[in-house]
């Protein structure tokens, strides 16, 4: 049983897109706008993530976090919708910010470590086209960035946060645990 589009956690991330034909999905709903709803002959792309740029891309892309395009650092875009592999439909693209690219031909890819990405949707063949079901994918690491003056940066940290200077501001970049003390 198909659903309708419902909407996205408030502050969290926008809504997937509508109800797609009968073999393929729609994509999910990104931080920055709604997953695209399937057609009846290929299923929808993510929705795009959020553009941040707390971290220049030339350090995040140093830091291995977001996704750059351009001067742009992008985080948390939707999964792609899977599709059926025997009617060569093909799956939806994952949106930008890290989003998971849906199942059709191989498995469904997982969002991007590091973007929040979302995971892509699944597919009810097997990649070589027999029955067989293609789970989706998990969802990308986070990131935590602080950015903070460095004339107030204490030093005081746990774990191991990539720390970068842009301009006078001081950036402790964390894709694992840790702490920072003022």
């Known amino acids: 049983m198909r659903s309708a589009r419902r909407a996205g956690t408030a502050g969290?991330?926008?809504a997937g897109g509508g109800v797609a034909g009968n073999y393929t999905g729609s994509g999910g709903g990104g931080a920055a706008?709604?997953?695209l709803t399937g057609t009846t002959s290929a299923s929808g792309d993510g929705g795009p993530g959020l553009a941040v740029n707390i971290l220049n891309s030339t350090n995040a892309l140093s830091a291995n976090v977001?996704?750059?395009s351009g001067s742009d650092v992008y985080y948390a875009g939707g999964g792609g919708g899977g599709s059926d592999r025997?009617?060569?439909d093909p799956a939806g693209d994952g949106g930008i910010?890290?989003?998971g690219n849906g199942a059709y031909t191989s498995a469904a890819t997982p969002g991007t470590a590091n973007t929040g990405g979302g995971g892509a949707s699944g597919s009810n063949r097997l990649p070589n086209g027999s029955s067989g079901t293609q789970l989706g994918s998990d969802g990308g690491?986070?990131?935590v960035i602080l950015r903070m003056p460095s004339v107030t940066y204490s030093g005081i940290t746990t774990g191991s946060p990539i720390v970068n200077t842009e301009g006078t501001d001081t950036i402790l970049t964390y894709t694992g645990s840790g702490t920072y003390t003022a």
Do not use: A, L, M
């Open 12 to 14: 969290q991330g926008f």
């Open 33 to 35: 706008g709604i997953g």
């Open 66 to 68: 977001g996704e750059v």
């Open 86 to 88: 025997s009617r060569n």
């Open 97 to 99: 910010g890290g989003g």
């Open 141 to 143: 690491s986070g990131v």
